[in-house]
């Protein structure tokens, strides 16, 4: 399992939902750890905590495998490659003043990634939409972020919808087991930092176990709080630093949350890096330690069960969602449209083949196309 999560961590491009689209090509359809119903069960919950969707769904795989020491293992070896990756970049940035250019990597890689997410998508749908009310979640979600409305109320609101219209006519007594994990998150919002004048090791550790236990949404949330605090609040970092951190984000594989990784080595060293990665991706592992031994139990729930119903589907058109943007950016020439049909083309055909040989060879496709 380490190794399946390291090497996922290695190679996984492209942001959340190409992970999850990778992870699901990984563990359910070539290994058979879960079914597709516990992986959207999972993924569906992944949805209900605060922090890094896909690093905290590969917590949760882990302790359905193997525990709570799978928990540990399996999120660790997620986080572990893109953050000595990011330590790299970081050490290099402070030394040198500047990041490398790998924009042909990027140009190959996503459109084979794009290729995996649609695969996802595909063999999870009869899975997440039973009937008419989950595909009207699944719509509703995709309509809802076409509009502009914030994905966390929307996702737990479709998700009340489906539980109600499969309940009705129950008594609403059966209602009960739902932890209320949010809440607890959102009551940790008021820590302040408001006393501090210059980073230091403790701040830097305080400030990121704030964000990663708070923090819902995409990355784009995560640049507004590194915004509004580092930047403008205490002037740790400078916009330009704070947009170098992002990219080396973007453009690495891994959790986006590894951004927080390149900030702790600007401020403070490799023990900043260090502190900082362990600060945001601790609450995680917190709140899937709590949510993990529960799942089953409240699954049996009529109630519960109507509403992961709901937010599985909402959670499906979600990462629906997240692909049609993604499409936008990478889709930008024949050339890359041809790239992710041939990527789609050989999924389908070989799907036995470990989709980390697709991604290598979409950097290799990036390379002769635009790095030569």
């Known amino acids: 399992m380490a190794a399946v999560f390291l090497r996922l961590g290695a190679t996984a491009f492209g942001g959340p939902a190409a992970h999850i689209g990778l992870m699901q090509e990984e563990v359910v359809e070539r290994r058979k750890w879960v079914d597709r119903q516990t992986f959207l069960d999972l993924l569906g919950a992944t949805n209900l905590i605060p922090g890094p969707n896909s690093t905290e769904l590969a917590m949760h795989l ?7 020491p799978g928990l540990v293992v399996g999120g660790a070896c997620f986080i572990l490659p893109a953050m000595a990756i990011v330590l790299a970049l970081a050490w290099a940035y402070v030394a040198f003043g500047a990041l490398p250019q790998a924009g042909w990597l990027l140009y190959g890689v996503k459109p084979v990634i794009l290729a995996i997410v649609g695969q996802a998508l ?6 997440a939409v039973k009937g008419w009310p989950t595909g009207l979640a699944f719509f509703g979600m995709v309509a809802g972020m076409f509009l502009g409305a914030p994905e966390i109320p929307l996702l737990f609101g479709l998700g009340l919808l489906v539980m109600l219209w499969q309940n009705r006519g129950c008594s609403s007594a059966a209602v009960g087991g739902v932890v ?7 009551g940790v919002e008021g820590a302040s930092l408001a ?3 210059a980073p230091t090791l403790g701040g830097v550790a305080l400030f990121f176990l704030k964000v990663g236990s708070v923090l819902y949404g995409s990355g784009y949330v995560l640049l507004a709080f590194l915004q509004n605090d580092l930047v403008e609040r205490w002037g740790w970092l400078t916009s330009q630093q704070l947009l170098d951190a992002v990219a080396v984000g973007q453009f690495t594989p891994g959790p986006l949350f590894t951004t927080a990784t390149f900030i702790g080595y600007v401020l403070g060293g490799w023990q900043g890096g260090l502190v900082a990665t362990v600060a945001i991706f601790l609450p995680g592992f917190f709140f899937v330690g709590l949510l993990g031994p529960l799942l089953p139990r409240l699954r049996k729930s009529r109630w519960v069960a109507g509403f992961l119903e709901g937010v599985n589907a909402a959670s499906l ?18 050339q890359s449209v041809a790239l992710g049909l041939v990527a789609l083309g050989l999924l389908l055909r070989f799907r036995k083949v470990n ?10 496709a990036g390379w002769l196309l635009r790095g030569l």
């Not at 882990?62 to 709570?68: D, E, F, N, P």
């Not at 979600?318 to 020439?333: C, E, K, P, Q, S």
């Not at 989709?355 to 290799?364: F, H």
């Open 317 to 334: 058109g979600l990462m629906a969602w997240v692909a049609i943007t993604l499409g936008r950016g990478t889709l930008v020439d024949w």
């Open 195 to 197: 006393g501090a004048v």
């Open 122 to 127: 595909w063999n999870l749908r009869t899975t």
């Open 180 to 186: 209320p994990f949010w809440g607890l998150a959102f």
């Open 355 to 364: 989709s980390a040989w697709w991604v290598a060879a979409g950097g290799v």
């Open 62 to 68: 882990g302790y359905v495998r193997a525990g709570l």
